[in-house]
């Protein structure tokens, strides 16, 4: 009767959200709505093109997204050609675009409760550009296009013209015309520029008009100026817009927008740095975060079509992490939306929502942060390699910057080059003044100067100079020598040399190569064996604090050498012996994510490989099975009163040990969501 009772409601859930998200669409002032399902259309015709809307089928198409529970949608009110879909007084309407084109879809959507997002594209216009020349970007090598020319940023707009209050009358245009829950604002990133307007606008602010970073930093600010003026006259006509400024960083976006957006495709641009985001983006705040893959590859890519399993195994971990879905797509000119595309998604959708009871207002839960300096995790290498290697071990943790609150963290990973500024030195004597632990690499701790260790006492090492062996390795001791073989093992990384002091605890002894990788004129030393240990610690520990002596994440990185994994590994099971979660035999490669709602935790146990093809792509075709999985979760001191899979609700059985609740389950195709109730 549970189970019949549970089906119905998810059923009908998708019919119960567009109910309430009818209300934002029909421009609520009083709600600012909270996108749950959402879809991201592109529509950049080129101005040639003589089928603009021609056969576009606007009613099917929004019957088809409330089928799919779709509740907010973006379209193109303005492409980046600079060109409209709708009937403006103001800017530039496609010519052969014989009718309102957005102007129906909105009508169609706030008929159908779908909330409707407009996009316009900020940093590109190239129809105008190409009529108002001194609104364009001069280069500071004096250039108005860029090579290649093949390329939709040829030519950019300069914010600091006219165009910045053209933009915003088109904005307004839109907001006062249709029901629009927001605008989605692209392209907010100027590149440096020296037209006569910023060469004033710089001068004015005693900043250099020949130093490159000054300008730089002049562009930066002109973005976020244009988005904070652009944010005023929106919220002036709805204070409840939801708003998104594409090219600003996440720390302006969460000043200047209402929700912060992934946009991100693995397959062309690898899944390392996919769950950084992940855990880094649920720390800034309490904002609503989107997460847009696409249908294909590219967003050129017209004839693309990613698979099933890559789109959903992509959601599915963003779900886990509290990234609701938005899936990307581009327009045909002619018809609009391609069915088979939707019709992918609509089934992923259909079936995500069918878990969505587990997957609303969830909160991850964390150990662990990996800690940073600065705002752009994209690219960075020691992040990549230190989240992969949690990820690998199953541990809980978050991604934060100093913008973030650190005190929920039982322990800190400090990888390999942060150094201690006045802020970041008191962060990290909060957490050590709580008797909490910390695993900090390389010359992460050194004060700026990258002369001595801030908390030199309690890192338990006296900083010597760098580490110039090439190759170093490394020779654990007894301590912490499981799964690690009784060799020299390479490190490949630099380091520094450190003086342990009295009390500290020596567990790995770093080895000298006979000699360096290096040319001496005569001969390539190439191959460069381990010779002897050294008086340098590779690892120490000091009562609650780890320090490896070379940067291990980017060794990592560089080689994914496993026995870099596992002495951390071993570390972490030292410093944090009673993790969140625990478990026996788990691939490598599966990730696990807890989460929390009043009464009850979920784990979700994901189990896709990405492989590299070709020359480009990182694909995921299928799922990959997994049998008879043990998992013991944390009790945290509450009673369970039931632990059961979803969404089927079919019980498991499970049994109290030493604070963990364990279980087996019995088959896990992909995903599993199990819930533990109590």
Known sequence: MKLNILLIICLIFPVISFSQNGEDAKGSANKKHSPKYALFYDNHVMPPNPDVGKDFDV?????????AGVDYLTVHARSNQGMTFYDTKIGIKYPPLKYDLFGKIADACKRKGIALTAYMNGGLSHEEGLRHRDWLIIEPDGRVYREPRVTAWVRQMCFNTPYREHTIS??????????????????????????????????????????????????????????????????????????YFNGISYKDQVEFGAYLELEYIPTSGGYDAFPVFEAYMRTLGDMPVLLMNTRFNNWRHFGGLRTEA?????????????????????????????????DRIGKIYNELQTMEPWFSEAKNLADIAVVFKGENVRGDRKLNAAVRMLGELK?????????????????????DDVPFDEEFTKRVKAHIDAGKAIIASGSSGLDPEGSEFVFEKEWGVKYLNENDFNPAFFAVRNNFN??????????FSTGINVKPLAGTRVEADLVKPYYNNIWDGEYAYEYCPPDKVTEFPALT?????AHFSHRIFAGYYAQAHVELRNIFRNVLQELLPQPL?????????????????????????????PEKRGAVAEMIEEPIILNNIKLSLQTDGKTPKKVYIAPEMKPLRYKINNGYIDVTIPESKGHSLIVFEH
């Open 482 to 491: 499981k799964d690690l073989p009784d060799m020299p093992i390479q490190l």
């Open 170 to 243: 088109l904005i307004e245009e839109v907001a006062k015309n249709y029901p629009v829950a927001g605008f989605f604002i692209d392209g907010v990133n100027a590149r440096p520029c020296v037209c006569p307007a910023c060469v004033r606008g710089m001068k004015e602010k005693n900043m250099d008009v020949n130093n490159i970073d000054d300008i730089r930093e002049f562009a930066r600010l002109s973005s976020l100026s244009f988005a904070q003026d652009i944010a005023k006259a929106a919220r002036a006509i709805n204070p409840n817009f939801l708003l």
């Open 581 to 609: 979660f625990k478990y026996e035999n788990l691939p490598s490669f599966a990730r696990v994510y807890v989460t929390e709602q009043p009464g009850r935790r979920m784990v979700h146990v994901l189990s896709y490989v």
């Open 541 to 545: 520990i000091n009562g609650n604090i």
């Open 310 to 342: 890559a789109i959903k195994a992509e959601l599915l971990s963003g779900l886990a992490n509290g990234m609701r879905p938005n899936v990307g797509g581009h327009f045909h000119p002619r018809y609009g939306p391609f069915d088979p595309a939707l």
């Open 395 to 415: 541990q809980q943790f978050d991604v934060a910057s100093i913008t973030s609150d650190w005190s929920k963290y039982k322990v800190l990973v400090i990888p």
């Open 59 to 67: 009613e099917d198409f929004t019957d088809r997204l409330v089928k």
